[in-house]
């Protein structure tokens, strides 16, 4: 059951992402326009919009757009490849005998939630960037959403810190 969700919804599941994420983005985008139009409109103090309001939600929305590209550069920031986006064949499942395709189903399926953890850490970043936002200490959404963003981007190349991590550590099986 597993093996065969993984292999009817893995291209779906990304292309929903895909979708979230442009959706999101443009939504995040033209409310920016809109408080822009309406502070032109009112110059008054209630409308009053400043640079440091514009910019963060912006560039969140820019990320949220070209999400998949993102997450490729940041996990070429750790000094790896190119994603790929798709059904994981590792070859360490190789080992487990009858349960390596189960193995694959599984890390493809972390490898998805990964993607999502990624645009859970962008939203953390735009909510973070509101202007009057304030968590009087009790939560740092900046540290939250970079480790959001950072872990989901290494589970979506969860075969690459598996490797790492039984190299760093010596692990053998």
């Known amino acids: 059951m597993l093996i065969n969700f993984e292999t009817s919804m893995t291209a779906p599941l990304w292309r929903l ?28 103090q209630s409308h009053a919009v400043t640079l440091g309001d514009l910019v963060g939600v ?23 490849g190119t994603i790929s986006y ?39 970043w735009r909510r973070a960037t509101v202007s009057g936002h304030t968590s009087h200490g009790a939560d740092d959404l900046v540290w939250r959403s970079v480790t959001h963003m950072f872990g989901g981007a290494c589970l979506v190349q969860v075969t690459n810190v598996i490797d790492a991590a039984r190299a760093t550590l010596g692990l053998a099986w």
């Open 17 to 44: 992402l895909w979708v979230i994420g442009a959706l999101v983005g443009f939504l995040y985008m033209g409310h920016v326009l809109l408080r822009m139009h309406r502070a032109s409109r009112f110059p008054d």
């Open 58 to 80: 912006a560039i969140a929305a820019a990320c949220m757009v070209n999400l998949s590209v993102f997450i490729n550069a940041t996990w070429n920031s750790m000094g790896t």
């Open 86 to 124: 798709g059904p994981i064949s590792y070859d360490g499942a190789a080992d487990f005998g009858v349960f390596a395709a189960a193995i694959n189903a599984v890390l493809t399926i972390v490898s998805i939630a990964g993607g999502y953890f990624f645009f859970k850490g962008l939203l953390l």
